[in-house]
């Protein structure tokens, strides 16, 4: 069976030039991370560089791994050695090349992690929740009609296939207008009610999280980090395989945070 190829530089221009990691600044290096074969046939998308997700790309003889949480992160130790020496030899004695794209994923305006999760919650983006930042990491939007909070935590519940946690203010107000940031995004909960939104979803809730929900009245949802960033790298895989006609498969590793 014939399969289709593409050089391993030709894939990483496309990837660069579909999700423009030039124009924000990470905590991480996007692109390609780790170099393996120079052509590629197979690929599997992912959230995370795991072990897992490394040892699953082995058996499917993947050329690749895009995933949105990849390796050397800011103040991450440089030194290659236990959890990170393991995985990163088993990419290197498999010619498989690790490409990591972190924010650019979060934000693409139609692959990207929030706004999957807007498809996903049927809510109308309105904008940047940075009102003066285009490349905002936190968005905004609106439903079409009012909702109860009891109705969108069964919707995030059914939707992202987990139990969210659901912080109401005092008044318990219904929703019109809501503002979200996929995975850690929780801090901007306080940006969402200085302008009078209903409601804030992240993947994550600190401990201060759930004073400001309830002493700026704002309801906030936390999703997880995982389900709310699930979404971007499967849409992602999705595209690459429609656009580019290869073989991509999108694999879930469980992580209940």
């Not at 050695?81 to 393991?86: E, L, N, P």
């Not at 809510?123 to 109860?148: H, M, R």
């Not at 704002?218 to 992602?236: D, S, V, W």
């Amino acid at each position: 069976m014939n399969r289709t190829e593409i050089t391993r530089n030709d894939f990483e221009r496309y990837l660069n030039q579909l999700l423009k990691p030039e124009l924000i600044k990470d905590f991480c290096p996007n692109g390609l991370q780790i170099q393996g074969n120079e052509t590629i046939t197979k690929v599997i998308t992912g959230v995370t560089a795991t072990q897992a997700l490394i040892d699953r790309a082995i058996e499917e003889k993947a050329d690749a791994i895009v995933v949105h949480h990849g390796y050397f992160w800011k103040n991450e130790s440089y030194v290659i050695r236990g959890m990170k020496h393991k995985r990163i030899k088993a990419l290197l004695d498999n010619n498989i090349s690790l490409f990591a794209y972190h924010l650019p994923l979060d934000i693409h305006p139609e692959l990207g992690n929030n706004a999957q999760l807007a498809k996903l919650l049927d809510i109308n983006v309105t904008g940047p929740l940075e009102l003066e930042n285009s490349l905002s990491v936190a968005i905004q939007g609106e439903f079409s009609t009012v909702i109860s909070a009891t109705l969108l935590a069964e919707r995030i519940n059914q939707q992202l296939n987990r139990e969210c946690l659901h912080i109401s203010p005092p008044s318990n107000k219904p929703i019109k207008t809501i503002a979200w940031c996929s995975g850690g995004g929780q801090n901007y909960i306080e940006l969402a009610a200085e302008q009078g939104i209903d409601a804030f979803l992240s993947g994550e809730i600190s401990e201060q999280t759930t004073h400001v929900a309830r002493e700026m009245d704002i309801h906030f949802f936390a999703a997880g980090h995982h389900a709310t960033e699930r979404y971007g790298a499967k849409a992602l895989g999705e595209h690459l395989k429609e656009k580019l006609s290869l073989d991509v498969s999108f694999i879930d590793i469980d992580n209940p945070v």
